[in-house]
């Protein structure tokens, strides 16, 4: 198995986290470096290194985050304005953490294209 993951620590409670919300499947937590008002990594239990890594017997999972990440933007008071979701893949889609995770961000207009 990959060396663990900042992620891997939360999950285990070594690394403390602001949790909003959390389930059998996954745990959704504040980012320490918001990228919006509202920014929150839904993550799930079910350890994938990418998005790249995904297979068939990880769908439950996938689809999961995406009903958890509406139940973070439904807590933050963002469901009825509008939220992002984002998933980043690999080295060249942004992705610093070798766990799948979404991003939720909200809480202000976002732009398109981002950054």
């Given at each position: 198995?990959?060396?663990?993951?900042?992620?891997?620590?939360?999950?285990?409670?070594?690394i403390?986290?602001?949790?909003?919300?959390?389930?059998?499947?996954?745990?959704?937590?504040?980012?320490?470096?918001?990228?919006?008002?509202?920014?929150?990594?839904?993550?799930?239990?079910?350890?994938?290194?990418?998005?790249?890594?995904?297979e068939?017997?990880?769908?439950?999972?996938?689809?999961?985050?995406?009903?958890?990440?509406?139940?973070?933007?439904?807590?933050?008071?963002?469901?009825?304005?509008?939220?992002?979701?984002?998933?980043?893949?690999?080295?060249?889609?942004?992705?610093?953490?070798?766990?799948?995770?979404?991003?939720?961000?909200?809480?202000?207009?976002?732009?398109?294209?981002?950054?």
């Amino acid at each position: 198995m990959a060396e663990d993951t900042v992620f891997d620590k939360i999950l285990s409670g070594d690394i403390p986290a602001d949790i909003l919300y959390e389930d059998d499947y996954c745990i959704a937590f504040r980012d320490i470096q918001p990228q919006a008002p509202i920014h929150v990594l839904v993550v799930p239990r079910q350890r994938l290194a990418s998005l790249q890594d995904a297979e068939a017997e990880h769908a439950q999972s996938l689809g999961h985050l995406l009903l958890a990440a509406r139940k973070v933007a439904i807590l933050e008071g963002i469901e009825a304005s509008g939220f992002r979701c984002v998933v980043n893949a690999g080295e060249d889609g942004g992705q610093q953490v070798p766990y799948l995770h979404v991003h939720v961000l909200g809480g202000r207009r976002l732009g398109w294209p981002p950054g």
